[in-house]
């Protein structure tokens, strides 16, 4: 795009564009000044939904306090206690003569 017709442009776009005042050839000319636009709005929506994507696979799960400074709640700690106190097999006694 020529610097002219980018100024036109641009001066026409913060103004409003009167299509009705243009002729047919600065019609043609907006119209083909936008196309390459148009393909570089299409490439960064194309980079935009790759980084989104991209950035899900970083996305952290809530914190709890197995992932975080946050202390327990009372629950909490009491079911890790059931849950981490496995019962014990029984001792068997050592049989009589037998040695240690």
């Known amino acids: 795009m020529t ?3 980018a100024t036109r442009f641009k001066l026409c776009v913060t103004h409003g564009i009167d299509l009705s005042k243009l002729s047919h050839a600065e019609k043609d000319d ?3 000044s936008l196309l390459p636009l148009v393909g570089r709005l299409e490439a ?3 980079r935009i939904a790759e980084l989104e994507k991209r950035l899900a696979t970083f996305e ?3 914190k709890n306090p197995d992932n975080s400074s946050l202390p327990p ?3 909490a700690r009491s079911s890790r206690r059931r849950q981490a106190a496995a019962p014990e097999p029984p001792r068997r ?8």
């Open 3 to 5: 610097r002219s017709r």
């Open 73 to 75: 709640s009372p629950e």
């Open 30 to 32: 907006l119209i083909l």
């Open 44 to 46: 960064a929506l194309a």
């Open 93 to 100: 006694r050592p049989r009589a003569g037998a040695e240690p």
């Open 60 to 62: 952290r799960p809530p």
